[in-house]
Structures are given as structure tokens and as C-alpha cells.
């Protein structure tokens, strides 16, 4: 690990120089605009953005390096979700399959009225043919757990699975439109929607 250590060292501090880049960029040619200006130093709002774009450049390059590796789609999307599950459990967030009851947003789905309750499992080990499955919409860009995803408000549609199938290290479904999305990328099964007088 010597070597990929020395690397990932040098990656770092490189990171860490275009960190500061970015934020003296921001500071000189648009933060100097901003009506909060005078109190960014309390709200670290260019440490913040910083960041956030660095994260969102090195995950497009992981993204366009994969495509150049001439692996397809649906696998880099599947290889991301394996990338964010890994991380998650680095900082021991829990992943296992769980049911939930949640009030659907209409904007999440307008399908699902947000008079009732949609009971869900989570985090699904397996899926089975006929399964109503719940999938990030075509709109959603970011890469997500379906948990999270689900209760931070994301919009998704819903899908009746078609067939399963394994294919080199993943699991992957097809839908009522013959798309193929990883199993990983599933945000939940649908098992019922009750109304809230009848909720658990």
C-alpha cells in the first residue's frame, strides 16, 4: 500500500491547494457582490460551495474516466452506489433493509397522494418479479441511497419489475419500460398505501 498511499498523499495536498484556489477565486470575483459579504467569515459560505463543487468535480471525473474504461451506464451508475454504500458504512450508517411508513410529497410523486401513507421497505436485499419498486426519477442527477433519498424529499417514479438478473459483480432489475436500473439504485419496494385513519 506504500505506493497508493504515496499517491493519495500527494492527491491531498493537491486537493487542498485547489480548495484554496476556489475560495480565493470566489472571494475576488463574486463573493465581493454578495449582500452577506461582510459576514461570510461567520457563515463560511465559500469553505462551503468550495467543497461542494470540489466533490461534484472529482465524482464527474470518476464518472467520464469509467465511460472512457468503456464500462456502460447502468454498471457506472451501479459502481457509484456501491462507492456511496461504502462510505456510509465507513461511518457506520445503517443500511439494512428496513420498513417504513412515509407521507409522499406531491412533488416527490404526484401519483402518491400525500393524504395517505406509503408503507416501504427500504434498502432492499432482493426484489421479486411483479414487485412495485420505487426508482430516483430521470430528473434526479446526484447519486443517492433510497432511504435517504426517499426522506430528504427526492422525486422518484414508480416501476413494476419485469425480471432480475446477475451480471459480473451486480444485481440488476428490469422494468415495465425495459429499463435496466441496478438493484442498488432501487430506492424501495411499495408494499402497501393506506389511508391515515387507517395508518400503523
Known amino acids: 500500500m506504500g505506493k497508493l498511499q504515496e499517491r493519495l498523499d500527494e492527491f491531498q495536498r493537491q486537493t487542498g491547494t485547489v480548495y484554496q484556489d476556489i475560495m480565493n477565486i470566489l472571494e475576488d470575483k463574486y463573493c465581493w457582490k454578495c449582500p452577506m459579504h461582510s459576514t461570510s467569515k461567520n457563515s463560511r459560505c465559500r469553505e462551503i460551495h468550495a467543497g461542494k463543487v470540489i466533490s461534484e468535480v ?33 461511518q457506520d450508517g445503517e443500511q439494512g433493509e428496513k420498513i417504513i411508513v412515509l407521507n409522499i410529497d406531491a412533488k416527490q410523486n404526484p401519483n402518491l397522494s400525500s393524504h395517505n401513507q406509503s408503507i416501504i421497505k427500504i434498502n432492499p436485499r432482493k426484489v421479486l418479479k411483479g414487485d412495485t419498486i420505487l426508482i430516483p426519477d430521470k430528473t434526479v442527477e446526484s447519486t443517492i441511497l433510497g432511504a435517504y433519498a426517499l426522506v430528504a424529499g427526492f422525486p422518484f417514479q414508480k416501476a413494476v419489475v419485469k425480471k432480475i438478473f446477475h451480471e459480473g459483480n451486480f444485481w440488476y432489475v428490469e422494468i415495465d419500460d425495459n429499463q435496466i436500473v441496478p438493484l442498488e439504485s432501487v430506492f424501495g419496494v411499495l408494499l402497501k398505501v393506506t389511508g391515515k385513519e387507517n395508518s400503523l
Open 58 to 90: 472529482i465524482d464527474k471525473a470518476i464518472t467520464v474516466k469509467l465511460n472512457e474504461n468503456g464500462v456502460n451506464p447502468v454498471e457506472i451508475e451501479a459502481l457509484q452506489m456501491r462507492i456511496l454504500k461504502k462510505k456510509i458504512k465507513k
